[in-house]
């Protein structure tokens, strides 16, 4: 089965802090994924990568920075966190191929909340 | 730009009942479309997936969508559902000349009773 993992579940920042949100995965994929999470939104797209040392902006990358230096591993790093910036975030991957949207695979995520 | 949208926030119903949920997309390109599930305490995963051929595909745990394009729709539904099926579930899509950038709807929240 595909893993993703995530460094936290929970997290709990003051604003203005760095804040690194991790993201593992176990399955040799090339994509990987952020989004956050809201109620009545839905799930809205930070960033993503499509190859180590690769990114590509979503549609809500204010705000937000990633970082790709291994294959398995992106990190989410907000900057100086905000208040608005409260959410559920969620890390996903997916392999490449013929179908290469074929499957997302989603990580429990990170609720963070910033103070 | 693209754009998912899902009719109903919330949908409460009994066991048995039928359901079914609506999504439409905002794209005149050629889109692959997804349902995902999320039951309570569990990752986000993959109901079913549309990206050519038959219009109606069939997904886990018996559901299945319908492809609409003059609609621009991709409905779910479940002919008679179980207490389990209790989660909230999103529809997805992406263009295929914009790779990577999914775009999800608000969701919808089913509640299914005993």
């Known amino acids: 089965d595909v893993k993703v993992t995530q460094s936290s579940r929970y997290l709990v920042k003051r604003t203005g802090e760095k804040v690194f949100l991790e993201c593992v995965q176990d399955?040799?994929?090339?994509?990987m994924f952020w989004y956050r999470q809201d109620p009545g939104l839905g799930l809205r797209l930070i960033y993503f990568?499509?190859?180590?040392?690769?990114?590509e902006k979503g549609d809500i990358p204010e705000g937000y920075s990633v970082s790709r230096e291994k294959k398995e591993r992106f990190s989410l790093i907000l900057e100086s966190a905000s208040t608005n910036q409260t959410s559920m975030y969620l890390c996903?991957?997916?392999?490449?191929?013929?179908?290469?949207?074929?499957?997302?695979?989603f990580g429990p995520g990170t609720r963070l909340t910033v103070l | 730009a693209q754009s998912v949208s899902q009719h109903n926030h919330h949908v409460i119903l009994s066991e048995a009942a039928s359901l079914e949920l609506g999504c439409n997309y905002s794209y005149g390109g050629t889109v692959n479309l997804f349902w995902y599930v999320q039951y309570p305490g569990q990752h986000l995963q993959l109901l079913l997936k549309y990206f050519s051929g038959d219009p109606l595909v069939k997904g886990i745990k018996g559901f299945e969508a319908e492809f609409i394009k003059s609609k621009f729709s991709f409905n779910l539904r479940k002919p008679s559902v179980q207490w389990s099926d209790t989660a909230e579930y999103f529809c997805a899509s992406m263009a295929t000349d914009s790779w990577g950038k999914f775009q999800f709807g608000a969701g919808t929240q089913v509640v299914v009773t005993p």
């Open positions: 399955m040799d994929h090339e994509n």
């Open positions: 990568s499509y190859d180590v040392k690769m990114k």
């Open positions: 996903a991957s997916s392999p490449t191929g013929a179908l290469s949207t074929d499957t997302q695979y």
